[in-house]
């Protein structure tokens, strides 16, 4: 599958951005998505996720209340994020589990990854 994210960019504390990607090449709806960031020196980190069905979501405790991720049956997937502030400054990338069962929240199960779209957060 192949996956390109788009819709980052910069905006101040405090702002929203939505975030998409679309899915290529694959049964997209075979796969559980998920968005995965990554901050200058820190660790890759699941921030959202959602199963193949859309009947089940994950999010980090860093972002609960604040973003939603959400999928089309055909092949985009969405993470809406609200209430931005500096902490969430990464590289934003979408990806895949192409292991169709129930949600996975572990990093290393996400196989595809996009190219990743930079979120930049003023404070």
């Known amino acids: 599958v192949q996956l390109q994210a788009s819709g980052g960019g910069l905006v101040q504390a405090g702002g929203s951005l939505r975030l998409s990607c679309v899915a290529s090449?694959?049964?997209?709806?075979?796969?559980?998505m998920g968005w995965i960031r990554q901050a200058p020196g820190k660790e890759r980190q699941l921030v959202a996720a959602?199963?193949?069905?859309?009947?089940?979501t994950y999010y980090a405790d860093s972002v609960k209340g604040r973003f939603s991720i959400s999928r089309d049956a055909k092949n985009t997937v969405w993470l809406q994020m609200n209430s931005l502030n500096a902490e969430d400054t990464a590289v934003y990338y979408c990806?895949?589990?192409?292991?169709?069962?129930?949600?996975?929240?572990?990093?290393?199960?996400?196989?595809?990854w996009g190219q990743g779209t930079q979120v930049t957060v003023s404070s």
């Open positions: 990806a895949a589990d192409p292991v169709r069962g129930p949600l996975r929240v572990a990093v290393p199960r996400y196989d595809y």
């Open positions: 090449e694959g049964t997209f709806s075979n796969y559980n």
């Open positions: 959602i199963s193949w069905s859309g009947g089940s």
